[in-house]
């Protein structure tokens, strides 16, 4: 299993290099290098296979019930893409040892770096296509990071969030184009969309699919109208965009092209579509590149000029031309990476990028001067180079698709254009750089870069001029292996040739050269007029305004909808569920009542239930006089718990009852320190429609109760049914249910509680509140607040309850009862003692700290499950058997029960822990403890 | 009976709505707690009505009643206590922090 390796060495590397550059900034380089190192090692065993035109898969086990499993791929293509991210990888962290001052954090920028690496890696080798765009995703993420490495500079903010912004939407449209591809072909994985080419391309979803794929594609690959993203990002670290910018961001459209080239090309929409959109920007990019200022600027057009170039291949679609678009791929990643190093380098040895300040530089660096020279000219496509030989093969496709297709002279006349301007922006690069004067107004006397920096540039230039001068002994096999993947067919004849003779192409591309300096001869008047009109052609404006309306768009709508007052706010959220709702009834177009028997009505529970109505109603009608109010809620909860009785539910009856009485106490307290009415509201309008919204509610509650209750229904109760006694030992099925077979959700359930309980705590700590010396009325509250009479009967009572308590939490596995109604019950018992004696008095007898009761609980109930795990069983399985004591005679005991223990533990102590610091609030109640505390103390002073 | 159960849903609810739509967080608290009761019939209604039909298994019982949602219900009801248990106080606490009990927070003239 070394392919998911391949991909998480990069991953650990990551972890490793952050922490290591705490120690040192040479450690965390080290690291760096060792783990893309590793990755090699992890690939390179496997690399035998692809070179002979096989595929290596392998799969890890994900979710084998949906069938889901981890796929990973390595074939020419991957192996390609592979190499080119490790290889590119490796030089760019020893380059950006040097590279990053002092002052930036060297272990942040690797984090990164090996981070997208890992997620570029994860998109060469899925097998799977969702696993691909996940890995798309992140590889948005980490470049996003990237980008905004400088964080506070803004244009690196800016050029930060508009790539996350251009790609992420990419990133979508790819989702829904890769959903329908799958559902197109059947299956997401890599290896049957391949085959399955002409079911794909005939199918009615084909043009849908494609316009969203290439929009993935596109976005990434910085495709005109997209294209404004990539000049923008070049404010991150240089480092960053030799690598992203150059080699493996920007390749992952094409790369995506040339994937599914087997599967999506051949048809008209995907020459037109792909052809014509790589078409305008190769001429789009190579025409604005000349113009620019800024070395990054130039080089970043440029390579969106190259990436048309790539495009267009793929879209003419011919196997030649694939071959030819994997081959200035490799190319292009080579020269591009190296001139960007070298913009980096001339940027840190002299200060500036400005080409109308850098001049003359050859003088101070001759060296760099020389590198920069040669990978200069590569991009150009001077002879002897490799960028010669793919462009070679380009201008040849470009010319034989014209013939082929009778599209008339254009098509070649514009790819020369496009020829003529890449030699004028590349003789610029060189002439203005390192000629035509001397320097103006730099900070810095410029000078070679360290020896150490050197190095990466010096490697990629030496590839340059290998694959140029011996393109057959180099490059070819993994040229070959890499076509023959994106073709999935035989490897048409072709020709690494230096010399072809006197073909079209040769005189294009000599048409490219001498028209080029030409053109940058006489560059002053187009900068002149470029200048003059240049500024409103930027696709950038487009952005910034769909931005600028989207973000106007969002504020007016928030400030419509939300205007600081929670009653408005709340009202249009029921008003919009209650439409939704509404248009689902409406539209369904199905009746209202089923065709299930109904119960027949009795004189009891017609009374009960007007009884509650008329509670409700009038709870709502009195709510101003709050008490009365309170009252009749509490009578409300009490007719809902008989309602629990009357329908088979006696564990929620219990628990209904117990949580009721909790709650009014709970209340109460409160109430006490709020106003006892609630002033009258002065505007009559809201009141009426809230009414109106509220009894619309109320209509579609009752509504949908009465078409669900009307029709059968199929249940997976006859499962728990069935197996509560042989498998959970236990009859009474719903707690048999909360403490086994669903033991996992009522821990859940018991954590929440405990954090409520906690929660409560945190904020009454520090609270301050003084309730009234007088109640509503204007009696005074009688002084003596723990009457006698209560406190005695409320001792006499502690046991008894206690003991109901421990009853009902016995026999919960058979009879109605369990942890959470016994928690419920003992909780009542002892707040009775804290009403009646007061919170010092009882926290003298009881002297138990909530908080640990909680935890006791919460530790009881996970042990349970951890212990099942233990001896080998899944979480919370549990265990049960049948003992025999004297006297007491033959009895069960379940490991649920320990299980139970904690429920009940955690409710006791919540419920207390709420209650009874809500108790302790008032003036005469307080705590000793928390009087003499420092923050009190502070308080009081002032 | 069943019509009867929806109607009490639906009253629960509407009061339960109408009360959280007030402007002072006491009733507003009291407006959830009716919500709850209505959300908890609710489901528990979701398991069909059945009379004398407990899931408590028994030798000489008629049939069962849909166990599911009532140990569903039995969670949520100690839940809710807690949540409003906690709204109460975060009441409490704006009173403290804010002198009134408006839900938005106002000091009003």
């Given amino acids: 299993m070394s392919l998911p390796s391949v991909i998480l060495m990069p991953l650990f590397g990551a972890a490793l290099a952050a922490v290591l550059s705490q120690v040192s900034r040479a450690l965390a380089a080290w690291a760096a290098a060792a783990a893309t190192l590793a990755s090699l090692a992890f690939l390179l065993p496997l690399a035998r296979e692809p070179f002979a035109g096989g595929t290596v898969i392998q799969r890890l086990a994900w979710l084998p019930s949906a069938g889901l499993d981890l796929a990973f791929r390595l074939d020419g293509l991957g192996l390609l893409f592979a190499l080119l991210i490790l290889g590119i990888g490796l030089l760019v962290v020893l380059y950006a040892r040097y590279y990053l001052s002092e002052q930036d954090r060297l272990g942040r920028f690797y984090a990164y770096l090996l981070v997208f690496m890992s997620a570029m890696l994860g998109i060469v080798l899925a097998e799977n296509l969702i696993q691909l765009l996940i890995f798309w995703e992140l590889t948005s993420l980490s470049s996003f990071l990237l980008v905004g490495y400088w964080y506070r500079r803004e244009e690196a903010r800016n050029g930060a969030r508009m790539a996350l912004t251009v790609t992420g939407a990419g990133g979508l449209a790819l989702l829904g184009g890769f959903l329908l591809l799958g559902q197109i072909a059947g299956s997401y994985e890599l290896s049957v969309i391949l085959k399955s080419g002409d079911a794909v391309r005939a199918h009615p979803l084909y043009p849908p699919m494609l316009v969203l794929v290439l929009l993935g594609a596109f976005t990434k690959s910085a495709q005109f109208p997209f294209h404004f993203w990539l000049p923008n990002a070049m404010a991150a670290p240089t480092p960053a965009s030799a690598y992203l910018h150059s080699a493996t961001m920007v390749k992952a459209g094409i790369f995506l092209l040339a994937r599914l080239f087997p599967t999506l090309s051949g048809t008209p929409e995907w020459a037109w579509l792909v052809g014509g959109t790589g078409f305008v920007t190769l001429l789009l990019g190579a025409f604005i590149s000349l113009f620019q200022h800024d070395l990054k600027g130039l080089l970043a057009y440029s390579t969106i000029s190259h990436l048309g170039l790539i495009a267009l291949l793929f879209g003419i679609g011919t196997p030649l031309a694939a071959v030819a678009g994997v081959f200035h791929i490799i190319n292009h990643a080579t020269f591009k990476a190296s001139l960007f190093m070298a913009a980096g380098v001339i940027d840190h040895e002299a200060g500036s990028r400005d080409m109308r300040r850098v001049n003359g530089l050859w003088k101070y660096m001759p060296y760099t001067g020389a590198l920069a020279m040669v990978a200069s000219a590569a991009m150009a496509g001077v002879p002897l180079l490799n960028g010669f030989l793919s462009k070679e093969m380009f201008f040849a496709e470009a010319f034989g698709a014209a013939t082929q297709l009778h599209l008339g002279w254009w098509l070649p006349a514009g790819v020369t254009l496009a020829g003529v301007f890449a030699v004028a922006y590349s003789l610029r690069f060189i002439h203005d750089v390192f000629f035509n004067g001397e320097p103006v107004g730099l900070s810095k006397t410029p000078h070679e870069p360290p020896r150490w920096m050197k190095v990466p540039i010096e490697a990629l230039v030496v590839m340059c001029l290998l694959v140029g001068v011996f393109p057959a002994q180099t490059v070819e096999p993994i040229l070959a292996a890499a076509s023959a993947a994106v073709l999935q067919g035989p490897l048409p004849d072709h020709d690494l040739a230096i010399w072809h003779g006197f073909s079209p192409a040769l005189w294009m591309s000599a048409i490219a050269l001498l028209g080029g300096a030409l053109v940058y001869m006489g560059r002053r008047p187009l900068f002149a007029w470029h200048d003059r009109y240049a500024d409103r052609l930027e696709a950038r404006r487009l952005y910034d305004a769909l931005l600028g309306g989207a973000f106007a768009l969002a504020g007016w709508l928030t400030g419509w909808l939300d205007t600081g007052s929670l009653q408005r706010l709340l009202a249009v959220v029921i008003g919009s569920a209650l439409l939704l709702g509404a248009a689902g009834f409406v539209g369904s177009g199905a009746p209202l009542t089923g065709g299930r028997a109904l119960l027949p009505v009795d004189a009891v529970s017609g009374l009960a239930a007007l009884g509650l109505m008329a509670a409700a109603v009038g709870a709502a009608a009195l709510h101003r006089q709050r008490l009365i109010a309170l009252i009749l809620t509490g009578a409300v909860g009490l007719v809902v718990a008989l309602a629990f009785v009357k329908f088979s539910a006696p564990d929620l009856a219990l628990t209904q009852l117990a949580v009721e009485m909790v709650a009014v106490v709970l209340l109460l307290l409160a109430l006490y320190f709020l106003p006892q009415h609630t002033p009258a509201e002065t505007a009559a309008l809201p009141r009426v429609g809230h009414m109106a919204l509220a009894v619309a509610a109320g209509g579609g509650a009752a509504a949908l109760t009465w078409a669900v209750l009307t029709r059968p229904y199929d249940s997976i109760a006859g499962y728990f049914l069935a197996n509560s006694i042989p498998g959970g030992g236990g009859a009474n099925v719903v707690n048999v249910i909360l403490v086994d077979f669903r033991g996992f959700d009522t821990l859940g359930e018991i954590s929440v509680l405990a954090l409520a309980g906690l929660g409560v705590y945190a904020m009454l700590e520090r609270l301050r509140l003084d309730g009234p010396d007088h109640d509503a009325e204007g009696r005074p509250w009688d002084a003596d607040v723990h009457p006698a009479i209560m406190a005695a009967l409320g001792r006499l009572l502690l046991p008894l309850a206690l003991l109901v308590s421990a009853f009902v939490f016995l026999r919960g596995h058979n009879w109605p009862g369990g942890g959470f109604i016994a928690g419920l019950i003992a909780a009542a018992a002892l707040i009775v003692q804290y009403l009646a004696n007061g919170v010092a008095w009882s926290r003298e007898r009881l002297p138990w700290n909530l908080q640990r009761l909680i935890g006791l609980g919460l530790s009881a109930a996970a042990l349970t499950g951890l212990t099942s795990l233990a001896l080998g069983y899944p979480f919370l399985t549990s265990a049960f058997g049948h003992f025999r004591w004297p006297v007491v005679g033959e009895f069960e005991l379940a490991s649920a029960m320990v299980f139970d223990g904690g429920v009940y533990l955690v409710v006791v102590g919540a419920t207390l822990l709420i209650l009874v610091h809500l108790g302790a609030l008032h003036r005469l109640e307080r705590l000793p403890s928390r009087a003499k505390s420092p923050a009190d103390t502070a308080k009081a002073v002032r | ?109």
């Fill in chain 2, 1 to 109: 009976m069943e019509l009867l159960i929806a109607l009490v849903i639906g009253v629960l609810a509407a009061c339960g709505v109408y009360l959280a739509l007030r402007a002072r967080t006491f009733p507003v608290v009291l407006g959830l707690t009716f919500l709850s009761y209505a959300v908890n019939l609710f489901l528990f209604a979701m398991g069909r009505l059945s009379v004398g039909q407990p899931p408590v298994i028994a030798a000489k019982a008629s049939g069962y009643a849909d166990p599911v949602p009532q140990a569903l219900v039995l969670t949520a009801i100690v839940i809710g206590f807690a949540m409003t248990a906690f709204v109460i106080v975060l009441a409490l606490k704006a009173r403290a922090e804010l002198g009134n009990d408006h839900v938005d927070g106002k000091h009003e003239p």
